[in-house]
């Protein structure tokens, strides 16, 4: 199978199911940068001419967007064409729009990957929601990471037989499970600084916490733009000396603090703007590592939390419910050690990476037969 990848950053840390994705399903080519990607795995553009000048092509693109996309799918189907591309996968749904009638004319299956914002966001779905819609009769298959992605789609009306729900997956191999009730009080969270991830709730809810558990303490690991908000609001509360903001980490490097933690904490919400989570990656590695998780009732999680038996989920903006379940877990290591060893099962179950991959695969080579 002669497959295109088709996503916008090519060195985003934050999207590590793509990267999974490209790693495993082997793909002859990427394609990559923005929303209309142009550059194969080299790093090549698929334009020729002057639009191969980024000055004149961000010109274009700017002042002529309607000129400009009949370029770039004239560019694109000749890459394909050249490519002998036999299915695309494009990741986010507004990814694929710009790919769906070049797809069609050239009878190549599309796969479109829904990922989270793409199917929340207010603005981008009073957007796209008619390029959504038109996509999808065109698309041979729709996937999402959760149920509630699922129906948040189907609200659109996108027809059901067209979407499926295939989470990501975790690589159990490189995450050693911990005995979290024998390592030190220590909270962990993981991910962006970021309004989805209201990271500002979950040190107001530690602040709870630390009240009642002195030798308590928060590692929030990751770099965003509430970076600073997180900061002030810390010396605010004045817990300096037990909240640390560890910033960007690597990959292994987040493994070894999760091995050294006790409870894998993160309070995502949907945010004003509609904004949401497809699942968290950070919590399919937190649960792997065998940590008990407690979060919110939000999008994903509530698959990959299994509430009172993998860990606790609370309604979003709750964060005094939280802290009640952070402390209630903090005194019961029994608790502790019985929701991370659930929580790593769970994983071992349903999101192990292989067993994600190949229903991947499935879909793909099904959709290549089907066409």
């Not at 082997?26 to 209309?36: A, H, I, K, R, S």
């Not at 090549?44 to 967007?65: E, Q, T």
């Not at 129906?151 to 911990?178: D, H, R």
Request: aromatic share 8%; glycine share 6%; net charge neutral.
């Amino acid at each position: 199978m002669r497959l295109l990848i088709a996503f916008t950053q090519p060195f985003s840390y934050s999207e590590t199911f793509i990267h999974n994705q490209v790693k495993y399903l082997e793909p002859v080519d990427t394609l990559t940068n923005g929303w209309m990607p142009f550059q194969d795995a080299n790093r090549k553009s698929i334009f020729n001419g002057l639009f191969m000048v980024d000055v004149l092509r961000g010109a274009c693109k700017k002042y002529l967007p309607s000129f400009y996309f009949q370029q770039y799918q004239k560019a694109l189907k000749n890459f394909l064409v050249k490519q002998k591309i036999e299915v695309v996968l494009a990741e986010y749904g507004i990814t694929a729009c710009n790919f769906s009638e070049v797809c069609e004319s050239l009878q190549i299956p599309l796969i479109a990957h829904f990922h989270g914002f793409d199917a929340y966001e207010y603005k981008t779905i009073e957007n796209y929601k008619a390029r959504y819609l038109a996509m999808a009769q065109k698309a041979a298959k729709i996937i999402v990471v959760s149920e509630d992605m699922r129906n948040a789609l189907l609200q659109l009306g996108i027809p059901s037989e067209k979407i499926i729900n295939n989470p990501y997956g975790v690589e159990l191999e490189n995450f050693q499970t911990t005995l979290p009730a024998q390592n030190a009080n220590q909270l962990i969270s993981v991910g962006r600084l970021t309004g989805k991830k209201a990271p500002q709730l979950v040190i107001r809810s530690f602040a709870l916490v630390k009240e009642k558990i002195a030798d308590a303490t928060l590692l929030m690991i990751g770099g965003g733009e509430l970076q600073k908000d997180c900061a002030d609001l810390i010396q605010q509360l004045n817990l300096q000396d037990s909240v640390k903001l560890a910033g960007v980490k690597s990959p292994q490097e987040i493994s070894d603090y999760l091995k050294k933690s006790k409870i894998f904490v993160q309070h995502s919400l949907r945010t004003a703007s509609g904004d949401s989570e497809g699942t968290p990656n950070t919590i399919l590695e937190a649960s792997a590592t065998g940590l008990p998780i407690v979060s919110t009732k939000h999008a994903g999680i509530r698959e990959a939390v299994v509430d009172g038996q993998t860990g606790y989920l609370v309604e979003e903006g709750e964060y005094e419910i939280m802290a009640k379940k952070i402390i209630d877990l903090l005194g019961n290591p029994s608790l502790v050690a019985s929701m991370g060893a659930a929580a790593r099962k769970h994983m071992e179950q349903h999101y192990e990476m292989s067993f994600r991959i190949q229903a991947l695969k499935n879909i793909l080579i099904a959709a290549q037969h089907a066409n």
